[in-house]
């Protein structure tokens, strides 16, 4: 850039002495086509280097923009859920998207804007002052203060309006999301001229926000030509008085003008850098008050769970923050390897919360949670939820086939193992009948299966992934009670240590200690779900009300055995018997 500003200098030059020639009939034909000839070279050797410092400066600025959409992406999947409801997903999204697409601007062309245009304007500048003329240069440059302040004048409008414009490209965002995401409820209950409406709104108060912004940066152009206006005006008014006291040549003059023109360029560049740091800058403070959000559950742990899995807690208290009720107390238990341990409740009793502490997913304010008689926050968090998959009631799926969801976990999963563990999950005879089968889309979210049909295949691609510790958290809600069974029973079978031969178990290829046992956690409102487990929980108002195997709870008259006989009940009103 350094050897581009100084090449700048040239044809002016050459110009300039080509018309001194002229005017003192001095001009040949060979001195002519020397001097085009130096500007021709000149322009080519500038064209070769503004490509090789642009294709440098533009890769950087492409590489920080990578650098802060992977630490944005690395920070979300460090926060807990109560992050997502403080900021919503469309926000994030242009976080993630629009503001990074503005720091990558300032990152490249500001600082194009700024070093380019600086150098060009510092070395025409002494040009203009120590080869042609100092007090020309002084007249000329005279309107340049008036102009400085304009540019801080809009550079104040342009901040605030920058401010603005994202803050309601956030919104539109979201708003479109949420949208989108539940089209469907909006077509059922006839909400289409709603929603339009609202969306319509977001739509015009973004553009008002981006008018703003342009209005603003318009002021620059104007403010510019008007300076190099004056300038011109009064280099030529000048110059001429100077040329007339015979103290500048005509040749000097062109020099001048040509050169000042040069600083076009730089008065373009430096309005161009202040609009670009301005929106980077509001951009990269959107960006790093996001970065800046402490994650709740800090990842300093050492270890790594080795062997068989045993659990153990005893959790005094956990309230979620924000909250004044407290969702667990005076909980304790244990859960020995290869075993299965049954929590059932009512809702809100806080099953699914003991999950998200098992998980570190919150954190448990009073009392500890053991992993191998380690504490869970001595394991690396990464390295602690590779050893536990949770199965939630709402399945998630991605926007692929059928069989990538399947191998989501485990990608380098053969065809066959993709249906044997559909097959055990029981959704394999359901896919076989899709126009597709396995490689059949199936839509965002998975939009186009049933909540049965997506419980399934969350479970296929659980057993598929054969972690050391499974959670199924309340993730048979949506089957029938008959394929219920089934899929347990195939669930149990294949987590058993023993047997290794057998057609239905699914062994992962890379799975150390594949022979062990494995671990699992069912979480449920429908009680034939635990029936087989080695120990059965049951928890009411975050408390443990009562514990045993399902033939111990029956004994009693508690909650349990009340709930099992009232769902029996209500299974035989169901099926007309």
Excluded at 62 to 73: E, K, P, S, V
Excluded at 97 to 102: F, I, L
Aim: net charge negative; glycine share 6%.
């Amino acid at each position: 850039m350094v050897l581009v500003a100084l090449l700048g200098l040239v044809p002016p030059w050459i110009t300039g002495e080509v018309v001194d020639a002229a005017m003192e009939k001095r001009l040949t034909q060979a001195f002519l086509i020397n001097n085009v000839s130096w500007i021709v070279v000149t322009a080519l050797v500038v064209y070769v280097l503004r490509y090789l410092w642009r294709l440098s400066l533009y890769s950087a600025s492409f590489q920080l923009g990578a650098l802060l959409r992977r630490r944005i992406h690395d920070h979300l999947m460090l926060q807990p859920p109560e992050f997502f409801q403080r900021y919503k997903t469309g926000d994030l999204m242009a976080r993630a998207t629009n503001d990074v697409n503005a720091v990558e601007m300032s990152a490249g062309e500001a600082i194009l804007a700024l070093v380019d245009g600086v150098l060009t304007g510092l070395v025409v500048m002494a040009v203009l002052i120590f080869a042609i003329d100092w007090r020309l240069t002084f007249v000329a440059l005279l309107p340049w203060p008036f102009m400085a302040y304009g540019f801080w004048r809009i550079n104040q409008r342009l901040h605030d309006a920058f401010i603005e414009a994202q803050a309601r490209f956030s919104d539109l965002n979201d708003q479109v999301q949420e949208n989108i995401s539940g089209i469907r409820l909006i077509k059922a209950y006839g909400l289409e001229e709603r929603s339009m409406a609202e969306f319509n709104g977001g739509v015009q108060a973004a553009a008002d926000a981006n008018l703003a912004v342009a209005m603003a940066e318009a002021k620059y152009e104007p403010l510019i030509f008007i300076t190099m206006g004056a300038s011109f005006f009064l280099a030529i008014a000048f110059g001429g008085w100077f040329i007339s006291q015979q103290e500048l040549t005509v040749g000097d003059l062109t020099k001048f003008t040509l050169y000042l023109g040069y600083l076009i360029w730089p008065m373009f560049a430096y309005g161009w850098l202040l609009n670009l740091l301005e929106r980077g800058t509001v951009a990269y403070e959107r960006i790093q008050e996001l970065l800046n959000t402490e994650p709740a559950i800090p990842d300093t742990g050492q270890l790594t769970p080795q062997g068989e899995l045993a659990l153990h807690w005893h959790i005094e208290n956990f309230t979620y923050p924000q909250s004044r009720e407290t969702t667990l107390k005076d909980f304790s238990g244990e859960l020995k390897p290869g075993q299965t341990l049954g929590i059932v409740g009512p809702i809100g009793s806080g099953k699914s919360s003991f999950v998200h502490l098992l998980t570190r997913q919150q954190q448990v304010n009073k009392g500890e949670i053991f992993l191998n008689d380690q504490a869970l926050a001595e394991y690396q968090l990464r390295a602690l939820r590779d050893q536990m998959l949770v199965v939630p009631q709402e399945a998630f799926l991605f926007s692929t086939t059928i069989a990538e969801n399947i191998a989501l976990g485990f990608p380098e999963a053969s065809q066959d193992q993709i249906e044997q563990a559909a097959t055990l999950a029981c959704v394999h005879e359901d896919i076989k009948n899709f126009p597709q089968g396995y490689q059949t889309m199936v839509g965002e979210r998975g939009v186009t299966l049933s909540g049965g049909q997506k419980q399934r295949l969350a479970i296929a691609r659980a057993l598929l992934m054969d972690a050391p510790l499974l959670i199924l958290d309340d993730a048979l809600s949506a089957v029938d009670v008959a394929t219920e069974k089934k899929i347990l029973a195939h669930l149990f079978q294949n987590r058993q240590s023993h047997q290794p031969e057998k057609s239905h178990q699914l062994v992962k290829s890379h799975q150390p200690d594949q022979q062990k046992s494995k671990t699992t956690i069912i979480v449920c409102h429908r009680l034939t779900a635990v029936e087989q487990a080695d120990n059965i929980i049951v928890l009411k108002e975050g408390a443990p009300i009562e514990t045993g195997t399902h033939k111990e709870l029956m004994a009693q008259p508690g909650w349990y055995a009340k709930m099992y006989q009232y769902q029996q009940l209500e299974k035989v009103v169901e099926e007309g018997r």
